[in-house]
């Protein structure tokens, strides 16, 4: 939902060379948008579910309002199995913390000087 809201901003934005659309024009651009969603969700439909993939319960629903049934005990709910974003997650997380450590050693030592 958030995704398609954004992209929505996004296009109006560009499209619209970055000036005030009145509401006639964004009435008109949110029904072009919802139009060209609608082809796409149809174009998905025609080529039938990917190998792997559920269809979702309800095939005049939009896929991003389906909710994902989840068991009540099921122990791996928040857990990613994309690999890619898996790596970039480990890899962020280590960025983070050697810049961190970086930053944290890079300050300058106080050191005492007798005073006379």
């Not at 809201?5 to 000036?19: D, K, Q, W, Y």
């Not at 949110?30 to 269809?55: D, S």
Request: net charge positive; with cysteine.
């Amino acid at each position: 939902m958030v995704a398609r809201i954004a992209a929505r901003f996004v296009t109006r934005r560009l499209s619209s060379g970055g000036r005030v659309l009145s509401e006639e024009e964004k009435a008109a651009e949110n029904v072009y948008i919802k139009k060209m969603e609608q082809e796409k969700l149809e174009k998905l439909a025609q080529k039938g579910p990917e190998p792997g993939r559920q269809p979702p319960a309800n095939p005049e629903a939009p896929a991003s309002d389906a909710k994902p049934t989840t068991t009540a005990g099921s122990s791996t709910s928040g857990v990613s199995t994309d690999q890619n974003r898996n790596h970039a997650v480990l890899a962020g997380t280590v960025a983070a913390v050697c810049g961190l450590g970086w930053y944290l050693l890079s300050k300058p030592k106080k050191s005492e000087e007798a005073v006379d």
